[in-house]
């Protein structure tokens, strides 16, 4: 990238491109370039498990038993979508009232540097879609149709 911006500079001192130019060629340059860093940010060889998403009968039944079988504390909760969210420092298990119960809704993979555009065009490439609806964060299905999350690390 170096040496594109070298020469663009050279000939715009030598009077072969114009200042528009010039500056239409640094600004299509940095916006290839923020999407090249943006994909290769997604380094899913650092990834880690980041929660695991259980749809629940009785939410404060639940959130008693993880309290109590694990120590868990509850990190964070959406009170409006009844969901709590529990953990030590961060959410490892997130709780959601919903039929039908006794089932993993999703679980999310946390990577460092998530980016959501980035994400979305790594998936498609790979032949998947991202999907859309009223749930948190980047979400895409396995072949047997189980919702993975995709977030940064430590992410809800």
């Known amino acids: 990238m170096e040496s594109i911006i070298s020469n663009l500079v050279a000939r715009f001192e030598q009077g072969s491109l114009s200042r528009r130019d010039l500056v239409r060629g640094l600004a299509l340059l940095a916006a290839s370039g923020t999407a090249?860093?943006?994909?290769?940010?997604?380094?899913?060889?650092?990834?880690?498990?980041?929660?695991?998403?259980?749809?629940?009968a009785d939410?404060?039944?639940?959130?008693?038993?993880?309290?109590?079988?694990?120590?868990?504390?509850?990190?964070?909760?959406?009170?409006?979508?009844?969901?709590?969210?529990?953990?030590?420092?961060?959410t490892l298990v997130s709780l959601n009232r919903e039929?039908?119960?006794?089932?993993?809704?999703h679980f999310a993979i946390g990577i460092p540097r998530f980016n959501r555009d980035a994400a979305a065009r790594y998936v498609?490439?790979?032949?998947?879609?991202p999907l859309e609806g009223n749930f948190a964060g980047f979400h895409v299905k396995d072949p047997d149709g189980i919702r993975v999350q995709i977030s940064a690390n430590g992410g809800a």
Do not use: C
């Open 36 to 56: 090249a860093a943006a994909q290769e940010d997604l380094n899913f060889k650092a990834a880690t498990i980041d929660h695991v998403s259980l749809q629940v």
């Open 59 to 90: 939410l404060q039944r639940s959130v008693d038993f993880y309290q109590k079988m694990f120590g868990f504390s509850v990190v964070s909760q959406e009170q409006a979508r009844s969901i709590m969210r529990l953990g030590n420092t961060r």
């Open 99 to 105: 039929s039908p119960a006794g089932i993993v809704d």
């Open 124 to 129: 498609r490439e790979r032949g998947a879609t």
